[in-house]
């Protein structure tokens, strides 16, 4: 189901992996180890939704996790919203993304 | 998210606008009416917030500095979703039944939307989260059906109650027969 990422923060959301897929795209092995080490360091907090990216990460060959990250579905918005790619972007990029972000939608 | 985490980021935000109370709107409201609080609401790593001046300018900073992708969140692991009024659908009336949120120390440090407003919006949402959420609601008795009814017939007078048939029909599958039978009986009301 299409889910059209509705307010504000679900499409920063979205271009923000979408920036991540295009990384992961030139180089796969650096963005998942950003996002290896962070599950790693969080998952001293047992939590499922952290798990079920381990799973993901253990499972899922670059191409697919693309595909995971960048559905605009609700099931995207859920797995994104538990993402562990942060670090994966410099603040300045997060910063570009969200100024075309808030041309696109207000905050 | 743990209780903890909440009590972290509100003290947060608190440093970012001292002047605006946060208004927690997602299903982190849990966290008021339990110590035990569902699986689903312990694995969630965000917490919507709203604030009552509806600022842009308040938004912005919560997002920037404690939202996804943030340090805030490299280092900790959770973080904020700082919403605007429009983004959430609560019951007519829903700021007259805030609650307060308060610290280990007893001290109200947030304001929280009195549960079964929270059902009513996540039912509006109609996400499979937002039923899923529901269910556990009704399961673990967070909610009585009888004020859920009557919030829900607040939504009637909105423009959102157009799909409020569609939404109670889905809900009325996945709740107990006696809880259905109540749902199915506003729906008779409603069509």
Same mark, same amino acid.
């Given at each position: 189901m299409?889910?059209?990422?509705?307010?504000?923060?679900?499409?920063?959301?979205?271009?923000?992996?979408?920036?991540?897929a295009e990384k992961m795209r030139l180089n796969s092995t650096e963005v998942l180890q950003i996002a290896r080490q962070n599950l790693n360091r969080w998952l001293k907090n047992e939590n499922l939704a952290l798990h079920e990216w381990q799973k993901i990460l253990d499972t899922k060959a670059p191409e697919e996790i693309i595909k995971i990250i960048t559905q605009d579905t609700n099931e995207g918005q859920r797995l994104r919203s538990s993402s562990p790619f942060v670090g994966v972007? +410099? %603040?300045?990029?997060?910063?570009?993304?969200? +100024? %075309?972000?808030?041309?696109?939608?207000?905050? | 998210m743990r209780k903890s985490d909440l009590f972290e980021l509100v003290r947060q935000i608190k440093t970012i606008t001292s002047s605006e109370i946060p208004i927690i709107v997602g299903s982190q409201a849990v966290h008021l009416v339990t110590n035990f609080p569902p699986e689903i609401i312990q694995q969630s790593i965000e917490c919507d917030f709203i604030f009552i001046s509806g600022k842009s300018e308040t938004r912005t900073e919560i997002n920037k500095k404690l939202g996804v992708f943030s340090n805030f969140q490299l280092e900790n692991g959770f973080y904020a979703d700082a919403l605007g009024l429009a983004t959430v659908i609560l019951p007519t009336n829903w700021q007259e039944r805030l609650q307060p949120f308060k610290d280990e120390k007893g001290e109200t440090i947030a304001l929280v939307a009195e549960i079964h407003d929270i059902?009513?919006?996540k039912?509006?949402?109609?996400?499979?989260?937002?039923?899923l959420f529901l269910k556990e609601l009704f399961i673990r008795e967070f909610i009585e059906i009888d004020v859920f009814v009557e919030r829900v017939l607040l939504v009637k007078e909105m423009p959102q109650n157009s799909i409020l048939v569609a939404r109670l029909e889905t809900l009325a599958k996945i709740i107990s027969k006696d809880l259905s039978a109540k749902i199915r009986e506003l729906l008779k009301d409603l069509k």
């Open positions: 299409r889910k059209n990422s509705g307010n504000f923060v679900d499409l920063f959301s979205l271009m923000l992996h979408t920036s991540v972007l +410099s %603040e300045l990029e997060r910063e570009k993304i969200w +100024s %075309e972000c808030a041309e696109i939608r207000p905050v | 059902a009513v919006s039912l509006i949402a109609g996400r499979e989260k937002d039923f």
